[in-house]
């Protein structure tokens, strides 16, 4: 199952930037990479560019700002990331995730998402949306 169009993929993806950007930890270690993140999603399309350093989640290429990595995946396999069931190093090499860019600061960031699953399966379930759960 997969989100229903780019507002709900702007919701729980880009909400949990956001839930990061506020967190003691990871917040200001996102804002000292200074990445500017673009997703592109299919299945809905979507595309979400986050601005680590100014800890802001856009949604559409309308920002402006040119990413420091590009992140290409079915939503459902960005779903099923944020709930720890995708190994990101692996989806890379079987091609579930194409990556352009800086490949190194993303592998660098991701153990950091481990502390978000929790909060990205609350927010699937508080919303009502355990269709999504994987």
Known sequence: MSFRNEDEARRYIGGIFETAFKDEEIGPKLVDTGLVLRFAFTDPEAVLVIDMGQQQVYQGDGSG??????????????????????????????????????????????????????????????????????
């Open 65 to 134: 700002l040119t990413p420091s990595a590009t992140m290409s995946m079915k939503c459902e396999t960005a779903n099923a990331y944020w709930q720890g069931k995708v190994n990101l190093p692996f989806a890379m090499a079987r091609g579930k995730i194409a990556v352009d860019g800086n490949v190194a600061s993303l592998l660098k960031l991701a153990p950091l998402g481990k502390k978000l699953y929790p909060v990205y399966i609350d927010n699937l379930t508080n919303d009502g949306r355990t269709d999504l759960l994987v």
